[in-house]
């Protein structure tokens, strides 16, 4: 028995064509579909302005109890009756929500998605919010928050955040709260939230066989008794680097690891260098095979695991870096990573690591694009970002034709490692004069 040392080679991508596009206004509202012939099963989803970004400023996740909420019945149906409802079709409503929208869905028998639409417009549009079931809903979500927190990490994650964006704006503090400002939502505040925001008409994403569906009674049930004009978009941020490198501690006594967090701000999703951007940050540190995983874990042993992205939503991006080592190792541990993110901006990426990422990017992006849900999921992502609707169309093409010197410059351009803010959550008994030895940067710390 012998053990193979060598990596296969990429295998060719295999085709892949994103299906057409369809758009119709009806009631104020706007269908977007996707034309998927002999698909049985159908994805509908009400796509709402109303991201964590709405939030009022010391009541972050609001958004979050009244997604929550919505399971918990309608003014006409209670939470049974509501469930009954939906399983009788076979569906689930499902709800989420990120920094730019709130969204809605269900997926069922292409035949039955009418009356699936009008029972998920019914819970977004005139959910009950009962006071004891919004008040619950909350205690829940903030006990949840207070047991996460109390791991490493989320105090990390938050330090970074308002470093990079300010404490005091909402990019700043966390998507979802915090468990103080999860504690402080009111129900006054979720009734709020839902009449200024969930009473608009939105954009209603449907994917599965157009041609068993009629897009204009879809769009009708979905925006029956709707008001008000879509908010107009604001701008990307501006993308601000620090001059120097700063080390950010949260102590946390005891602690037998240090968690890291490391970052700058970064350009949003809509921008032209999204793609290079993207496979840059693959070699770098977004696979398994990535520099920064090959050198920490595998040459270096400091960690399981070693992770680097680029975090874009509409208004802004974030590249970050995330891990956990052990304690003795912390400072090595940062200066190894920085130095290859210096090294990576310096010298770019090799054709051999790129084909790799290119393959592997391109190749993601066909297996994830098989079902209605998922591409209920790209619609709302061409939407969101003011993406064309042939954008999908030519992605792959894109992914697989870009150069070592696109990349390589996109490196270059867009990773900072001087201008790094590195966080680390751990004992500051034991690490905190080892880092300021390590002279990586200046030593503060975080109010976390």
Same mark, same amino acid.
């Given at each position: 028995?012998?053990?193979? +040392?060598?990596?296969?080679?990429?295998?060719? +991508?295999?085709?892949?064509?994103?299906?057409?596009?369809?758009?119709?206004?009806? +009631?104020?509202?706007? $269908?977007?579909?996707?034309?998927?012939?002999?698909?049985?099963?159908?994805?509908?989803?009400?796509?709402?302005?109303?991201?964590?970004?709405?939030?009022? +400023?010391?009541?972050?996740?609001?958004?979050?109890?009244?997604?929550?909420?919505?399971?918990?019945?309608?003014?006409?149906?209670?939470?049974?009756?509501?469930? !009954?409802?939906?399983? *009788?079709? *076979?569906?689930?409503?499902? /709800?989420?929500?990120?920094?730019?929208?709130?969204?809605?869905?269900?997926?069922?028998?292409?035949? =039955?998605?009418?009356? @699936?639409?009008?029972?998920?417009?019914?819970?977004?549009?005139?959910?009950?919010?009962?006071?004891?079931? $919004?008040?619950?809903?909350?205690?829940?979500?903030? /006990?949840?928050?207070?047991?996460?927190?109390?791991?490493?990490?989320?105090?990390?994650?938050?330090?970074?955040?308002?470093?990079?964006?300010? @404490?005091?704006?909402?990019?700043?503090?966390?998507?979802?709260?915090?468990?103080?400002?999860?504690?402080?939502?009111?129900?006054?505040?979720?009734?709020?939230?839902?009449?200024?925001? !969930?009473?608009?008409?939105?954009?209603? !994403?449907?994917?599965?066989?157009?041609?068993?569906?009629?897009?204009?009674?879809?769009?009708?049930?979905?925006?029956?008794?709707?008001?008000?004009?879509?908010?107009?978009?604001?701008?990307?941020?501006?993308?601000?680097?620090?001059?120097?490198?700063?080390?950010?501690?949260?102590?946390?006594?005891?602690?037998?690891?240090?968690?890291?967090?490391?970052?700058?701000?970064?350009?949003?999703?809509?921008?032209?260098?999204?793609?290079?951007?993207?496979?840059?940050? /693959?070699?770098?540190?977004?696979?398994?095979?990535?520099?920064?995983?090959?050198?920490?874990?595998?040459?270096? *042993?400091?960690?399981?695991?070693?992770?680097?992205?680029?975090?874009?939503?509409?208004?802004?991006?974030?590249?970050? %870096?995330?891990?956990? %080592?052990?304690?003795?190792?912390?400072?090595?541990?940062?200066?190894?990573?920085?130095?290859?993110?210096?090294?990576?901006?310096?010298?770019? $990426?090799?054709?051999?690591?790129?084909?790799?990422?290119?393959?592997?990017?391109?190749?993601?992006?066909?297996?994830?694009?098989?079902?209605?849900?998922?591409?209920?999921? @790209?619609?709302?992502?061409? $939407?969101?970002?003011?993406?064309?609707?042939?954008?999908?169309?030519?992605?792959?093409?894109?992914? =697989?034709?870009?150069?070592?010197?696109?990349?390589?410059?996109?490196?270059?351009?867009?990773?900072?490692?001087?201008?790094?803010?590195?966080?680390?959550?751990?004992?500051?008994?034991?690490?905190?004069?080892?880092?300021? @030895?390590?002279?990586?940067?200046?030593?503060?710390?975080?109010?976390?």
């Amino acid at each position: 028995m012998s053990l193979v +040392a060598t990596r296969p080679d990429p295998g060719d +991508a295999r085709p892949y064509a994103f299906p057409a596009i369809r758009r119709t206004s009806v +009631a104020g509202g706007e $269908v977007v579909a996707a034309h998927l012939p002999g698909q049985l099963l159908a994805t509908a989803s009400l796509l709402l302005d109303a991201g964590a970004a709405r939030e009022t +400023a010391g009541r972050e996740g609001t958004a979050a109890v009244l997604a929550k909420c919505l399971e918990e019945g309608t003014r006409t149906r209670d939470s049974a009756a509501y469930a !009954l409802a939906l399983e *009788g079709l *076979g569906a689930e409503l499902t /709800t989420s929500v990120d920094w730019d929208s709130f969204r809605a869905g269900v997926s069922v028998p292409a035949d =039955l998605l009418p009356r @699936a639409v009008t029972l998920m417009a019914e819970a977004v549009r005139t959910p009950r919010l009962d006071p004891a079931d $919004v008040t619950r809903v909350r205690d829940d979500e903030a /006990t949840a928050l207070r047991m996460d927190w109390a791991q490493p990490g989320p105090r990390a994650d938050a330090a970074l955040r308002a470093d990079l964006f300010g @404490a005091a704006e909402r990019y700043g503090r966390p998507l979802h709260g915090d468990p103080a400002s999860m504690a402080a939502v009111t129900v006054e505040d979720v009734q709020a939230f839902h009449t200024g925001w !969930l009473t608009r008409p939105g954009v209603l !994403l449907v994917a599965g066989d157009l041609d068993r569906l009629d897009l204009a009674e879809l769009g009708a049930a979905a925006f029956a008794g709707t008001s008000g004009a879509p908010v107009p978009a604001e701008g990307p941020l501006d993308v601000p680097i620090a001059g120097s490198r700063r080390v950010l501690l949260v102590d946390r006594p005891g602690s037998v690891q240090s968690t890291l967090r490391l970052g700058h701000r970064a350009p949003e999703r809509a921008h032209p260098d999204y793609v290079p951007i993207t496979l840059m940050g /693959t070699v770098l540190g977004g696979a398994f095979t990535s520099r920064l995983n090959h050198l920490i874990r595998e040459v270096k *042993g400091y960690t399981y695991g070693i992770r680097a992205d680029f975090a874009m939503t509409r208004r802004f991006g974030r590249f970050g %870096v995330s891990s956990s %080592v052990q304690t003795a190792v912390t400072a090595p541990a940062l200066a190894d990573t920085v130095g290859e993110i210096a090294r990576t901006r310096l010298d770019g $990426v090799t054709e051999e690591e790129l084909a790799v990422a290119r393959t592997w990017r391109a190749g993601s992006l066909s297996v994830d694009m098989q079902t209605p849900g998922s591409i209920a999921g @790209a619609l709302a992502t061409l $939407v969101v970002h003011g993406l064309p609707d042939d954008y999908y169309v030519t992605l792959r093409q894109r992914l =697989l034709d870009a150069t070592v010197e696109d990349v390589s410059a996109a490196a270059a351009k867009y990773l900072h490692p001087d201008g790094l803010t590195l966080v680390v959550e751990g004992d500051g008994a034991l690490i905190r004069e080892e880092l300021a @030895a390590s002279k990586i940067g200046d030593v503060l710390d975080a109010d976390f």
